[in-house]
């Protein structure tokens, strides 16, 4: 009896917050006139998609009101609304986004006050399922009528607020087009890392071995020993410019992940970082191999993840897991140490960003000040 009563509680406390929020949207009506009114006045045409913002943030609070009850998320599928008025105007109006929450608003006016179905059974339930229960040892009958109000509730909001095909399309395509402007950004940072490399290491080496071997042969007939010298150094100049040239190899693809697979090259990264990094290959070292390109992308996300924390974390120690799944690859780095990782302050994270957005994978970073920072990973992969 008392698990029937803890759980209408929580249901009607769902339907309580459920009622305030639809009180909300009642008043929001008079937003929505002042804006059709001005949107139709020509002047308050700005006002459009600044209300057409408000109304997602609204129904986001919604999706996580009745995310917290089901524990099922419902995704949002909203085009950007960004550029010039025209444009701002064009996509609030034409965003199929806008017209699922105009579509949800409008029904949350009749459907949102449930909890006045709901607080009369009360009463009725503890006399009634009192009896029921505790006399007869009989399940509840009137109590859980809350809680089938609840879940009425949180269904209803679900169908009205579950984006559109259209809509998932339109953001789908969004999302393209900023990992496309991140690849491509990502691939112009690295060649401009590649050619800088090359300039500034092996090309010069290379000039300086020609410079060499040139002064050698003009001192060759005239003093052997000083062409024998020039000689010497040419040979260090060109150990050096191989040195270079391997380590521009190694940053467009480690030569180590071909001859030993991500789990090889992830233990040699280990090995190689002065910090005791415990390694969990999650048997990928069994099976199929991934994709050369995804080994990479978690090649280099491992790579940086443990600079950073040698760098910056001041944790001597670090946890690094991989996992492999139907779909997929993760990656998952952890260190202990003081946190606060920043995408912006030139740390790596940007760069990691964009090189999995690039694959169509998924980046998160958990770093609160204090620590510890997290980085998860998950690379699509066909096994």
Known sequence: MWKTVQRAAWATLHLVVAAAMAFGVWIFITVLLITAIGTVAVVGAWMLPETVLLIRRI????RGLTAAWTGRRIPEAYQSVSGTLRERLWIA????????DLRWMLAYYF???LVFLALPLWPVGLVVDGVWCGLLRRPAVVLPLIVRLADLEADWTTALLMPSPKAQLAARVEELKETRADAIAAHGAELRRIERDLHDGAQAR???LSMRIGLAKRAYDRDPAAARK???????????ALTELRHVVRGIHPPILTDRGLVGAVR???ASSGLAVS?????LEEGVRPPAAVEAAAYFVIAESLTNVAKYSGSPRAEVRLARTRRSLTVYVRDEGQGGAD???GSGLLGMRRRVAALDGTFDVTSPVGGPTVIEVELPCVW
Do not use: C, F, I, M
Not at 59 to 62: D, E, R
Not at 279 to 283: L, P, S
């Open 268 to 270: 040699a990264l280990a």
């Open 59 to 62: 129904a986001g609070a919604k």
């Open 343 to 345: 995408e912006s302050a």
């Open 206 to 208: 290379l000039v300086a």
């Open 279 to 283: 390694v969990d290959d999650g048997g």
């Open 230 to 240: 020039l000689l010497d150094d040419a040979q260090d100049q060109a150990e050096q």
């Open 111 to 113: 459907y949102g006050a």
């Open 93 to 100: 109006v034409r965003d199929p986004g806008t017209h699922t």
